[in-house]
């Protein structure tokens, strides 16, 4: 669906609100009519920043037990610090991160660690006739005192441990490129390589597995007219996971595909293909070959005030034929965007459910509200069949230029599909907060969040408080 953005006025924020806004948009629902990507070509120059966060925290229920074990307190102290250079047609961005905990918890006691260190590297270029993008993350948490929902993945793999990760330390290794050229020519290339690896420590739970995913394709376009482009593609996907029965998969995907502009306002799709997974199972050493037909339409049309699009396809994985089908419109107002669609999927074991997605956020002088509601049905890491729906709502409201209130709930349900146990596991947050900014460099936060947990029945549920003090240095320019 085409991305489509609230017009907003430009304000110049001090440090503290810059970090105020920063922080806030991590949830999805405030990011919705937003720029997608990275901005190019402000030429601003080199700027570094250094974050100070300290945190106090007293939750009833950290580790979401039934009954509960007792109450814990920690103490948390964050440095962020936040390298950006920019150029007509460049931007790189360094970031790295980390904090020291102090935390008194039930049967435990009293234990200070250093925990969360991030590290991530992010380049895009843009010629006239070429693009790369360059992407390299590196990042551990504590789960019992890190599981935000809002690092759910609502475009990739559905990973069980969105869910149910409570307790232990995850890694997660991330690896992106992206080259083009040929842009402006009747021979383009593009090449896209993507690595995602999780691990685990600290951790009994069987469902907490280390799993790697490899992505390569590459890409040639023929422009054969200015309204009409083909390509040729190949895809190659890798797939390894220490579950039990020590899973590897290949996946290779060879298709055609082309892209017509009926007129100036619309556009269709289309692609066929074909696609094989060898899928190995190393703890009984079997391997078994699976190949079929993948294909796609999309139509898109733009209108006065937003698009509407129809697309259909089908995928091929480990477990057989997906066939997805969806319907979508979008709307722009002078102060709001809603962006829907919604229709069916039909899989391997012959289940057909509905999915969808609905984006919208509402600007007021005083206020907002934002909202990210998602359905889907995809392969997950534990290679079944997996329902997710997810939603993310948010209400600002902006008592003045310098403080304002935020209430935010997030909810992700999951359930398994076929003829196994459907495992349905659900966890949600409702947090309301508020900020201010109590100087130019210095910001206030304190709040409450009331969290569930339910597995297969079996629910928890936790209170905590909270007062965060931040600052934002300026140390360039």
Same mark, same amino acid.
């Given at each position: 669906m085409q991305q489509t953005t609230v017009a907003s006025t430009v304000v110049q924020q001090t440090p503290s609100q810059q970090l105020?806004?920063?922080?806030?948009?991590?949830?999805?629902?405030?990011?919705?009519?937003?720029?997608?990507?990275?901005?190019?070509?402000?030429?601003?120059? *080199?700027?570094?920043? $250094? +974050?100070? *966060?300290? =945190? $106090?925290?007293? +939750? +009833?229920?950290?580790?979401?037990? !039934?009954? #509960? $074990?007792? #109450?814990?307190?920690?103490?948390?102290?964050t440095l962020a610090l936040n390298v950006l250079k920019q150029t007509a047609d460049s931007r790189l961005s360094f970031d790295l991160s980390g904090l020291?905990? @102090?935390?008194?918890?039930? @049967? @435990?006691?009293?234990?200070? =660690?250093?925990? &969360?260190?991030?590290?991530?590297? +992010?380049?895009?270029?843009?010629? =006239?006739?070429?693009?790369?993008?360059?992407?390299?993350?590196?990042?551990?948490r504590d789960l019992a005192f890190n599981r935000s929902l809002t690092d759910t993945n609502l475009d990739g793999v559905i990973d069980i441990a969105d869910v149910i990760g409570t307790i232990g330390d995850q890694v997660d290794t991330r690896g992106d490129l992206d080259w083009q050229t040929g842009l402006n020519d009747p021979l383009g290339f593009q090449f896209t390589y993507s690595h995602r690896e999780r691990s685990y420590t600290n951790t009994i739970d069987p469902n907490l597995f280390e799993n790697r995913i490899d992505d390569y394709s590459a890409t040639a376009f023929f422009r054969f007219s200015p309204v009409f482009q083909s390509d040729l593609r190949i895809a190659y996907s890798e797939f390894a996971a220490e579950d039990s029965v020590r899973t590897d998969e290949q996946t290779t995907v060879v298709s055609i595909g082309g892209t017509y502009d009926v007129s100036p306002i619309t556009t269709i799709n289309a692609s066929i293909g074909y696609s094989q997974v060898d !899928?190995?199972?190393?703890?009984?050493?079997?391997?078994?070959?699976?190949? &079929?037909?993948?294909?796609?339409?999309?139509?898109?049309?733009?209108?006065?005030?937003? #698009?509407?699009?129809?697309? @259909? !396809?089908? %995928?091929?994985?480990v477990n057989g034929s997906r066939i997805n089908a969806t319907a979508g419109r979008s709307y722009q107002r002078p102060n709001s965007v809603l962006s829907f669609n919604a229709g069916f999927t039909r899989g391997p074991f012959d289940e057909v459910t509905p999915i969808g997605q609905i984006d919208y956020r509402?600007? %007021?002088?005083?206020?907002? %509200?934002?909202?990210? *509601?998602?359905?889907?049905?995809?392969?997950?890491?534990?290679?079944?069949e997996t329902r997710q729906t997810v939603a993310f709502l948010t209400y600002d409201y902006f008592i003045n230029q310098v403080s304002g209130l935020s209430f935010t709930v997030n909810y992700i349900d999951q359930e398994d599909e076929g003829p196994g146990p459907t495992n349905p596991r659900d966890r949600s947050t409702f947090t309301a907060s508020y900020t201010r900014a109590i100087t130019r460099d210095w910001a206030l936060n304190v709040g409450y969040q009331y969290e569930r947990d339910d597995q297969n029945g079996f629910a928890a549920t936790s209170d905590s408080v909270f007062v965060t003090l931040g600052r934002r240095f300026t140390l360039k320019p």
């Open positions: 105020i806004a920063q922080r806030a948009q991590r949830n999805p629902a405030r990011r919705v009519g937003l720029p997608t990507g990275q901005q190019l070509g402000t030429g601003t120059g *080199l700027s570094v920043t $250094l +974050d100070y *966060l300290s =945190s $106090l925290r007293h +939750d +009833d229920n950290l580790r979401l037990t !039934d009954p #509960s $074990l007792g #109450s814990t307190t920690w103490w948390e102290n020291y905990r @102090i935390a008194n918890e039930p @049967i @435990i006691g009293t234990d200070s =660690s250093f925990s &969360d260190p991030l590290a991530r590297l +992010d380049y895009q270029r843009t010629r =006239s006739n070429s693009q790369l993008g360059l992407l390299l993350e590196y990042s551990e !899928d190995t199972q190393r703890a009984t050493n079997t391997t078994t070959v699976t190949e &079929d037909f993948v294909w796609s339409f999309a139509w898109t049309k733009t209108l006065p005030d937003g #698009s509407a699009d129809f697309q @259909i !396809d089908q %995928l091929f994985g509402y600007q %007021l002088a005083s206020s907002q %509200l934002g909202a990210t *509601l998602q359905r889907r049905v995809a392969t997950s890491t534990q290679s079944l």
